[in-house]
């Protein structure tokens, strides 16, 4: 064999081998690392949530373009499917952005996509945090979509604010009063999104009975009775509204509640085993991370009790433990489908000024006597919850 020959024959079979390499199927999670998708291109679904359906599971999410900080929506909605969880096949845009006489113009903030099925209209039916192109965040409100199969093309119905003219089941006398209503509609444009002592001293909830209240970091949930909540942190952050969805999942029966007022709690995330609602949260503070929050409930409506931080460990890429979320923040807690005990929390690792190399820490929920822990685990797979 002559030189070039040589040559030829060695990059064909270096070519194979890194083809081998990449055609590989993932057999287990590694938190944190980049996460190829059949195309080999690292998956772009951030702040995302998973349906599970007809044997296959779907990840939607924000799709994040490269370099641009901060969180316009230039694109939509990504989706994925995955039979295994480790392996996912890119399935596109589900929801695209639109013109500029749309809410969900190009260049709006469009966060936290979630789908649910609803077997009554046979709808796939997706909530999303929605913030008005060139209003920052400011309009606090939630957007609507359904779709006939989980692929979408998803159409757009409505953004809106939440329950206008209905009080919540726990509402106090004094968040009826017309004077510190008035009062506070005098301040309101005064309000930010971050935690301040100046909130608790009016009545924001009052302020927004006839506009409807404010919903920006969100979630659903679906009960074992198939009624749809609404889970969003209201009240310019400071508290979480929990809201019963109507049959046909597209709007709000005006049944909610109010939970851990002045707790700030962002990026909610429901799951229910053995009968208890849990809640995993974050507190607010913007793109950078905090310490977890859990909770427990016997009604998802409440009341709920507050438990300690659930993250144990920590991710040696940062040597960030429980008090920062190991770098993360909730997006979505997933029962894995036929395995019992089996739920994987999942976090987002934020990169605000590289958006799209955003990282997705999946990692195991272990119940415990007095609620569940969220262990650090450099790579694992399904097996775990075997033991
Ligand atoms: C934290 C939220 O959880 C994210 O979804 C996003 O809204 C950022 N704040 C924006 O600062």
Redesign the pocket.
């Given at each position: 064999m002559n030189m070039k020959k040589a040559i030829v024959a060695i990059s064909l079979a270096l070519t194979s081998l890194c083809l081998n390499a990449q055609a590989q199927p993932a057999s287990s999670f590694k938190p944190g690392e980049i996460w190829p998708d059949n195309n080999g291109v690292h998956i772009n679904a951030h702040?995302g949530g998973l349906l599970y359906h007809d044997g296959s599971y779907y990840w939607y999410g924000e799709h994040k373009i490269a370099g641009v900080a901060g969180?316009k929506a230039e694109v939509g909605v990504h989706v994925y499917s995955s039979n295994d969880l480790y392996n996912w096949t890119d399935r596109g845009i589900a929801l695209k952005v639109e013109g500029d006489d749309s809410d969900i113009a190009k260049g709006c903030i469009l966060?936290?996509p979630k789908v649910i099925y609803n077997p009554k209209t046979k709808k796939f039916v997706m909530w999303f945090h929605l913030e008005l192109k060139g209003k920052k965040y400011d309009s606090a409100r939630s957007g609507v979509a359904t779709a006939d199969t989980p692929e979408g093309p998803f159409t757009f119905i409505r953004s809106q604010r939440h329950n206008a003219g209905h009080w919540p089941q726990n509402v106090q006398p004094e968040q009826k009063d017309p004077e510190s209503i008035k009062l506070t509609l005098a301040e309101n444009n005064k309000f930010g999104g971050g935690p301040s002592k100046k909130h608790a001293k009016f009545n924001i909830l009052g302020s927004h009975f006839e506009g409807g209240q404010m919903a920006?970091?969100m979630n659903l949930f679906v009960d074992d009775d198939g009624t749809a909540y609404h889970i969003y942190s209201s009240e310019h952050n400071s508290t979480l509204h929990i809201s019963q969805l109507s049959e046909d999942f597209l709007s709000h029966t005006g049944h909610y509640t109010r939970n851990f007022p002045f707790r700030w709690m962002?990026?909610p995330a429901v799951f229910k085993h053995d009968g208890k609602y849990y809640l995993i949260a974050?507190g607010c503070t913007?793109?950078k991370p905090n310490a977890a929050r859990s909770a427990v409930a016997d009604n998802i409506l409440g009341p709920w009790t507050e438990l300690k931080n659930p993250c144990t460990g920590t991710n040696p890429s940062n040597k960030l433990g429980a008090a920062k979320t190991f770098g993360g923040?909730s997006t979505y807690v997933l029962p894995v489908h036929g395995k019992k005990d089996a739920y994987i929390a999942m976090f987002d690792q934020w990169n605000p000024k590289d958006a799209i190399d955003g990282r997705y820490l999946w990692l195991p929920i272990n119940f415990t006597a007095d609620g569940f822990e969220i262990p650090w685990i450099s790579e694992w797979d399904l097996s775990h919850f075997d033991k």
């Open positions: 702040g969180n966060e936290r920006r970091d962002e990026a974050s913007g793109w923040q």
